[in-house]
C-alpha cells in the first residue's frame, strides 16, 4: 500500500512540475529585458547563403508582458551586401506578444536624419518561451536584402 502512495504521490509532483514548467515557458518574462545576438551568416534576397557578421539585438517586455520593443545597439546595419554607412537614427514601436509568445515587431533604420522612407527595415519575427527568445530577421533594403536567425535570453 504504501509502494502505491509513494508512486501515486511520485507521479502527481512530477505531473505538476511539467505542467507548471510548461505554463512559464509559454511566453514572455514580464518586465524583463532580452539580449542576444544573429546568426553569423544568412540568406541573401538571391536565396544564396552568405556571410554577414554577429549583431546585437535588444528585446525590452513591458511589464504586463503584452508587447515588446526591439533594439539593435549597433551603428551597423545587418545588410546582405557590402556599406561602410553607419546608422544615424534607429526607431521601433511596441509590437504586440500573442497569448503563445509569438510577435512580429519592425525596426526602420535611417543613415541620415530627416524626413522620407527608411533607407532599410528589419522585421523581427519570434517566439518567447521563458528566459529564450527565438526567431528570425528579415532585412529589407533594395538589393542588399535577406533573413538570419536570432536567439536572446532574459537578463
Known amino acids: ?81 557590402t556599406s561602410s554607412k553607419l546608422l544615424r537614427v534607429q526607431s521601433a514601436k511596441p509590437a504586440k506578444i500573442s497569448r503563445s509568445g509569438t510577435f512580429r515587431a519592425t525596426v526602420s533604420q535611417r543613415y541620415t536624419p530627416g524626413p522620407g522612407a527608411a533607407s532599410i527595415v528589419q522585421v523581427i519575427s519570434g517566439k518567447f518561451s521563458g528566459h529564450t527568445v527565438k526567431g528570425t530577421i528579415h532585412t529589407e533594403a533594395a538589393e542588399c536584402s535577406g533573413s538570419t536567425a536570432f536567439s536572446a535570453t532574459a537578463r
Not at 38 to 55: D, F, K, L, P, R
Open 1 to 81: 500500500m504504501r509502494k502505491m502512495a509513494r508512486r501515486t504521490l511520485a507521479i502527481t509532483a512530477a505531473l505538476t512540475l511539467a505542467i507548471s514548467a510548461g505554463a512559464l515557458a509559454a511566453g514572455p518574462l514580464k518586465g524583463k529585458t532580452y539580449q542576444g545576438k544573429t546568426s553569423a551568416s544568412g540568406v541573401n534576397g538571391e536565396g544564396q547563403s552568405q556571410t554577414i557578421g554577429v549583431v546585437g539585438i535588444t528585446l525590452r517586455v513591458t511589464a504586463s508582458g503584452k508587447s515588446v520593443t526591439v533594439r539593435f545597439p549597433s551603428s551597423s546595419p545587418i545588410l546582405y551586401c
